[in-house]
């Protein structure tokens, strides 16, 4: 051990461990690639005004959680707690909204940092892949973006998660709700902080955890009770077309999300095996936010999707995920010009797809064997003078142990063919 560690609330994505996380980040992706999503990547840390503005200033990730530094410049930074509001200011910036195909339709993945108090799947850098979908009010695209989590989660095998969905309404409607949740909410016995969270946004406290807050809510005005007539036509067609599409959802009266900028279509995937930290992704739509930030009006709605926890979700569900081999071959060279000779086969092998690795270090022949059955590759490629000598090598199939020689210049062919 070193004298430093990883920060607290963070920790290091290593191998073999690694390769779920890559492969979960490849099955969020890979409903986007299909639905016609780009990629877009933007900076690790931004304007802090931007998340204050864009994310809210009443918010726990602005008020206690950002990263904040001033630069040697004097540009006050932060880092990107989340995806969606860089990613929107990085739509505007390029113009891609005018392009004259809307909705703008992009994706990201990337990490998130957030200084919360660390426990079980609440970290302070983790890792996101979101969607976005900027420019377009459309109920079949808030569905597009449900389906899209849906089934990634389901191709990962996931099975035990539930689908919340609410509507938060919109300028028209949801003036009058909060009007009438907070003269509900001022007559409570609540703490000073969150009298004050009433003033600046009552619907958050809907969203507060603690069973004491709770136990006072049952009774409080509910959104469903004010949307206004377009608000709950649109709220409508997304429940049918999630319905059509085969996907399970619960209404939640409640589901109000962390963000200021959510309107109408409200969603989170929880797991029913994480405990507290149950949320594994979340979204809806912000028709304001653009807005917010100095850009035209822009309807969008996107979703973030929480790598670390879902691979915390797979676990507690037991399911292991289908990964190739880190390493299919494995070369043990015996003396000096077997080395040359393998080394140049292992080159091959790699060039033609084929994961090999090499008894680097001038290895014995036993610990040589340790490391090839360690490696977890199916067959080992063993050479000395003698089978040089005779044109051949020697491979062994480390699952059954047989052993018998190959002609040199066969090998690889014979390797591929024994691996397909
Ligand atoms: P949010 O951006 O807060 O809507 O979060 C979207 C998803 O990101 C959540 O559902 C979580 O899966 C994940 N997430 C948010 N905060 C954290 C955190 N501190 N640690 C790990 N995952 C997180």
Same mark, same amino acid.
């Given at each position: @051990?070193?004298? !430093?560690?990883? &920060?607290?609330?963070?920790? /290091?994505?290593?191998?073999?461990?690694?390769?779920?996380?890559?492969?979960?980040?490849?099955? !969020?992706?890979?409903?986007?690639?299909?639905?016609?999503?780009?990629? #877009?990547?933007?900076?690790?840390?931004?304007?802090?005004?931007?998340?204050?503005?864009?994310?809210?200033?009443?918010?726990?990730?602005?008020?206690?959680?950002?990263?904040?530094?001033?630069?040697?410049?004097?540009?006050?930074?932060?880092?990107?707690?989340?995806?969606?509001?860089?990613?929107?200011?990085?739509?505007?910036?390029?113009?891609?909204?005018?392009?004259?195909?809307?909705?703008?339709?992009?994706? *990201?993945?990337?990490?998130?940092?957030?200084?919360?108090? &660390?426990?079980?799947? $609440? *970290?302070?850098?983790?890792?996101?892949?979101?969607?976005?979908?900027?420019?377009?009010?459309?109920?079949?695209?808030?569905?597009? @973006?449900?389906? @899209?989590?849906?089934?990634?989660?389901?191709?990962?095998?996931?099975?035990?998660?539930? #689908?919340?969905? +609410?509507?938060?309404?919109?300028?028209?409607?949801? &003036?009058?709700?909060?009007?009438?949740?907070?003269?509900?909410?001022?007559?409570?016995?609540?703490?000073?902080?969150?009298? $004050?969270?009433?003033?600046?946004?009552?619907?958050?406290?809907?969203?507060?955890?603690?069973?004491?807050?709770?136990?006072?809510?049952?009774?409080?005005? =509910?959104?469903?009770?004010?949307?206004?007539?377009?608000?709950?036509? *649109?709220?409508?067609?997304?429940?049918?077309? =999630?319905?059509?599409?085969?996907?399970?959802?619960?209404?939640?009266?409640? =589901?109000?999300?962390?963000?200021? *900028?959510?309107?109408?279509?409200?969603?989170?995937?929880?797991?029913?095996?994480?405990?507290?930290?149950?949320?594994?992704?979340?979204?809806?739509?912000?028709?304001?936010?653009?807005? @917010?930030?100095?850009? &035209?009006?822009?309807?969008?709605?996107?979703?973030?999707?929480?790598? /670390?926890?879902?691979?915390?979700?797979?676990?507690?569900?037991?399911?292991?995920?289908?990964?190739?081999?880190?390493?299919?071959?494995?070369?043990?060279?015996?003396? /000096?010009?077997?080395?040359?000779?393998?080394?140049?086969?292992?080159?091959?092998?790699?060039?033609?797809?084929?994961?090999?690795?090499?008894?680097?270090?001038?290895?014995?022949?036993? +610990?040589?064997?340790?490391?090839?059955? $360690?490696?977890?590759?199916? !067959?080992?490629?063993?050479?000395?003078?003698? /089978?040089?000598?005779?044109?051949?090598?020697?491979?062994?199939?480390?699952?059954?142990?047989?052993?018998?020689?190959?002609?040199?210049?066969?090998?690889?062919?014979?390797?591929?063919?024994?691996?397909?």
């Amino acid at each position: @051990m070193s004298t !430093f560690q990883a &920060p607290k609330g963070t920790y /290091d994505l290593i191998p073999p461990q690694s390769a779920v996380h890559l492969k979960v980040r490849e099955a !969020f992706a890979a409903p986007l690639k299909a639905a016609g999503y780009g990629y #877009i990547e933007t900076p690790a840390f931004e304007d802090v005004a931007l998340f204050s503005r864009g994310v809210g200033e009443s918010t726990d990730i602005v008020t206690k959680e950002m990263y904040v530094f001033e630069t040697k410049g004097g540009t006050r930074l932060a880092l990107r707690p989340e995806g969606t509001a860089s990613t929107v200011r990085a739509v505007l910036e390029a113009g891609l909204h005018k392009a004259g195909n809307l909705p703008v339709k992009v994706w *990201y993945s990337g990490s998130q940092y957030r200084y919360e108090r &660390p426990q079980k799947g $609440r *970290y302070r850098h983790f890792w996101q892949v979101g969607a976005e979908a900027v420019g377009a009010e459309d109920p079949a695209l808030d569905a597009e @973006m449900i389906i @899209m989590a849906d089934d990634a989660y389901k191709s990962l095998g996931l099975r035990q998660y539930r #689908i919340l969905l +609410n509507s938060l309404g919109d300028k028209e409607c949801r &003036p009058a709700y909060r009007t009438a949740l907070q003269e509900f909410l001022r007559g409570l016995d609540l703490d000073e902080e969150t009298r $004050r969270r009433i003033e600046i946004n009552p619907l958050r406290v809907l969203d507060d955890k603690r069973a004491e807050v709770q136990k006072q809510l049952t009774g409080a005005p =509910l959104m469903r009770d004010h949307l206004c007539e377009a608000c709950k036509a *649109y709220h409508e067609q997304v429940r049918e077309l =999630l319905t059509a599409a085969g996907v399970a959802f619960e209404d939640d009266d409640r =589901l109000v999300r962390g963000l200021d *900028y959510y309107t109408r279509t409200t969603f989170e995937f929880v797991h029913g095996g994480l405990g507290s930290q149950s949320a594994v992704g979340g979204g809806g739509r912000y028709d304001g936010l653009s807005e @917010m930030i100095g850009g &035209p009006a822009l309807p969008s709605v996107g979703w973030a999707l929480g790598v /670390d926890r879902t691979v915390l979700a797979l676990e507690a569900e037991g399911i292991e995920l289908d990964l190739p081999a880190a390493t299919q071959v494995y070369a043990v060279p015996l003396g /000096d010009e077997a080395r040359r000779r393998l080394f140049g086969l292992v080159t091959e092998l790699r060039r033609e797809g084929v994961a090999t690795d090499f008894a680097f270090g001038g290895k014995g022949m036993k +610990n040589a064997m340790k490391s090839a059955n $360690r490696s977890g590759a199916r !067959f080992a490629l063993i050479a000395g003078e003698r /089978d040089l000598a005779e044109g051949v090598v020697q491979v062994k199939d480390l699952e059954s142990g047989e052993q018998g020689p190959v002609a040199l210049d066969a090998v690889v062919a014979e390797l591929r063919a024994r691996l397909a």
